[in-house]
């Protein structure tokens, strides 16, 4: 069974930095996508960044680019999101999010990230 677990959440100042992990029961080459999304209280759950892992090209949303880094180590079955720049906006539960080419979605159980002073 395939899980997913995220660390690395908490509260931080406005301006602060974060790095959230996604460590993955199996190796990440088993999933062709791999994602971090964001959901806001009362908001519809959002699309971070995203990469497709049989290649180096990553996507990110608009209000997030140039403060966010996704990145992974293949060898730990670990995929990151470096989180500059923070800003109260920011504040959601984060999750860590794989799909397989035949259509399989899987998600983690959310880390929350909360930006207050």
């Known amino acids: 069974q395939v899980q997913l677990v995220e660390s690395g959440g908490g509260l931080v100042q406005p301006g602060g930095s974060l790095r959230l992990s996604c460590a993955a029961s199996?190796?990440?080459?088993?999933?062709?996508?791999m994602a971090w999304y964001r959901q806001a209280p009362g908001k519809e759950r959002e699309l971070v960044a995203s990469?497709?892992?049989?290649?180096?090209?990553?996507h990110y949303t608009d209000s997030v680019k140039g403060r966010f880094t996704f990145s992974r180590d293949n060898a730990k079955n670990t995929v990151y999101l470096q989180m500059n720049s923070l800003k109260p906006e920011d504040t959601a539960v984060y999750y860590c999010?794989?799909?397989?080419?035949?259509?399989?979605?899987?998600w983690g159980q959310g880390t929350q990230v909360t930006v207050s002073s």
């Open positions: 990469t497709i892992t049989s290649t180096t090209l990553t």
């Open positions: 199996g190796s990440i080459f088993n999933f062709y996508v």
């Open positions: 999010n794989a799909k397989t080419s035949n259509g399989a979605d899987y």
